[in-house]
């Protein structure tokens, strides 16, 4: 039996609210899809401090951002500093990655949660769902709100948001898909910090 598959955003949310939007949809199991899982901001999601607070609600939770991440640590997937998500993708690491999203779906209710509040803003729903929808895995969003939005319904309100029209004459509805998810991904993907030229070492960039 294959269980339902979720994504998540941990936002601004304390603890104990992502702790409810997991529980409200029964979630047994969370796949931290955060290449880095600290944060400055909101130190509540460090990875200890999370493990901890998911284990006292008795869902499991599980690493995968050095196999899911964004921030990949390979170089073959940049080009000019930034991540490129087609590379990503075809990387052995990532697809392990996904093999153990697969088959945790056998016995779990796994919700695969990073930062973002909005799936559309994040490489969640733009790369990680995306691969898995093409091996037929069907997932949904838990939105801020607690309400729940298919990942196809996400990528009809993309196609919205990037001026998309779906009734074009000459491309199916694949093609405008795959330029959707290829122009959001060139939008948010990781990009490098570059180094101050020589000739401005000293000088505030602003």
């Known amino acids: 039996m294959v269980e339902p598959l979720y994504t998540i955003g941990h936002s601004t949310h304390s603890t104990k609210r992502l702790t409810q939007l997991l529980r409200a949809h029964e979630v047994t199991a969370v796949a931290d899809v955060r290449s880095h899982p600290y944060s400055r901001v909101n130190p509540q999601f460090n990875r200890e401090s999370l493990r901890a607070e998911l284990k006292a609600a008795r869902i499991t939770y599980v690493f995968l951002g050095r196999e899911l991440g964004a921030r990949t640590e390979d170089k073959a997937c940049y080009i000019d500093g930034k991540v490129q998500y087609d590379l990503l993708a075809r990387t052995p690491l990532f697809r392990k990655g996904l093999a153990r999203i697969v088959h945790g779906m056998g016995s779990h209710r796994i919700a695969l949660m990073c930062a973002e509040r909005d799936p559309l803003t994040c490489h969640r729903a733009i790369l990680v769902c995306r691969?898995?929808?093409?091996?037929?895995?069907?997932?949904?969003?838990?939105?801020?709100?607690?309400?729940?939005?298919?990942?196809?319904?996400?990528?009809?309100?993309?196609?919205?948001?990037?001026?998309?029209?779906?009734?074009?004459?000459?491309?199916s509805r694949d093609d405008l898909i795959t330029e959707a998810y290829s122009r959001r991904g060139q939008q948010i993907a990781y990009s490098e910090k570059q180094p101050l030229p020589e000739a401005n070492v000293g000088v505030v960039d602003r």
Do not use: M, P, V
């Open 131 to 171: 691969h898995l929808a093409a091996q037929g895995k069907k997932a949904q969003h838990i939105l801020a709100q607690g309400q729940l939005e298919s990942h196809e319904d996400a990528i009809t309100r993309l196609l919205g948001e990037l001026g998309i029209a779906e009734n074009e004459l000459f491309r």
